[in-house]
């Protein structure tokens, strides 16, 4: 048994254990593992993300559904959205790979500010709220949208963006982690399957590591189921700061992983003439 496997389910258990209260599959922070640690191909590593998402999920997405907090009109606006987003950015990461700085610093900078303020000012709590309008409506859906379309791109179920955006936009966090989860599973099976048709048509490494995503969900699975069980035993300030600590950290990954890619892309020398 390569050693990539046990370590790499571990690594999932925990963080699927942390990111799932806060309504995140824990994903984007699983990306660095692979590339440093589990030594998966950049090519590879997005779509395992996805594979992980689909085999992970389920565990917390089981939890709320015991708990009957699963099914709301929150959840089908995002995965209405995400949905053919996730299809686009898969597209966008095979044909139009060079965008994808301008992408990552993008998304930096909206969960740089978001994060500090949930992590240091956001202790005002959320208040009762009506049913959303349909402009209300159609700007969550644009909204998950563009956020499925960055999950596509780099493998992520994108609540590591929705999350954040929707506590600011006033949900609770208790609502905001069951619909961020479902989305993020459904969307992800999309993702795969846009990858897998990629692979057939252009062939190369966009397939993910099958084996070692299996290991990376079952891992993901325990830790989410525990993690959704937690939750409730949470208070809304403790997850909302929780949450922010995670996109802070997910927009430090992401500055890291635009520079990382400008520096790589840089000439090695200079002509002058």
Do not use: K
């Not at 709320?64 to 209405?80: I, N, Q």
């Not at 070692?212 to 300030?237: I, K």
């Not at 990954?253 to 002509?271: E, I, W």
């Amino acid at each position: 048994m390569p050693w990539e496997w046990p370590v790499g389910a571990l690594c999932a258990f925990c963080l699927a254990l942390v990111t799932t209260p806060a309504g995140v599959s824990g994903a984007v922070l699983l990306l660095p593992v692979q590339l440093s640690v589990l030594r998966v191909s950049v090519e590879a590593a997005t779509p395992t993300n996805l594979l992980f998402n689909v085999w992970a999920t389920p565990g917390g997405l089981l939890r709320f559904w015991h708990e009957r907090r699963l099914v709301g009109p929150l959840s089908g606006l995002l995965v209405a959205g995400t949905l053919p987003g996730v299809v686009a950015g898969a597209v966008i990461r095979v044909e139009l790979l060079s965008g994808a700085r301008a992408v990552t610093l993008m998304a930096a900078g909206v969960l740089l500010p978001l994060g500090l303020w949930l992590l240091l000012g956001a202790q005002r709590l959320p208040r009762e709220r009506s049913e959303p309008s349909a402009r209300a409506r159609r700007s969550i859906w644009a909204l998950a949208l563009v956020v499925g379309t960055i999950g596509g791109i780099y493998g992520i179920g994108g609540g590591s963006l929705l999350a954040p955006i929707l506590l600011a936009w006033g949900f609770s966090a208790y609502e905001v982690a069951p619909a961020t989860l479902a989305a993020t599973f459904l969307t992800s099976i999309g993702g795969i399957a846009t990858f897998q048709l990629l692979q057939a048509l252009h062939g190369g490494g966009t397939a993910p590591d099958w084996a070692l995503g299996a290991w990376l969900g079952a891992g993901g699975f325990a830790g989410s189921y525990l993690g959704a069980q937690l939750q409730r035993h949470l208070p809304e300030r403790t997850l909302r700061r929780l949450l922010g600590l995670i996109a802070c950290t997910v927009a430090v990954r992401y500055l890291q992983s635009g520079l990382d890619d400008a520096h790589s892309r840089r000439p090695a020398h200079v002509t002058t003439g």
